[in-house]
């Protein structure tokens, strides 16, 4: 699949981004070279690959579940302008 500078310049508007006229040129050419890529990995035969997480057999070094910091919930509440319940009350944003 190819993409030319007006397909960019569609991209950009729909992902609310400013994109140079002199760079469109530079960016359809690159955009084409990875669907080019994917198309590529679309052709591998993958079928007995099992799924994997990571790359590597690696265990996840875990700290400790504890608390490292007192709670000091009533005391930030007691700065908030506006506290109802235990939650920060703030205003209406979404009509």
């Known amino acids: 699949m190819s993409i ?3 397909q ?6 729909l992902a609310r ?4 006229e002199q760079e469109s040129e530079a960016h359809a050419r690159n ?4 669907l080019a890529f994917v198309d590529r990995l679309a052709e591998v035969d993958s079928k007995d690959v099992e799924p994997m997480a990571h790359p590597l057999e690696m265990t996840q070094r875990l700290r400790p579940d504890q ?5 000091e919930r ?3 509440q007691a700065l908030a302008p506006s506290v109802s319940d235990g939650c920060y009350l703030v205003p209406r944003v979404i009509e």
Not at 8 to 13: E, R, Y
Not at 31 to 34: G, P, T, V
């Open 74 to 76: 009533e005391r930030f």
């Open 67 to 71: 608390v490292s910091e007192p709670n």
């Open 8 to 13: 960019v310049g569609q991209i950009a508007h």
């Open 4 to 6: 030319d500078a007006a």
């Open 31 to 34: 955009l084409s070279d990875i």
């Open 17 to 20: 981004l400013a994109v140079d």
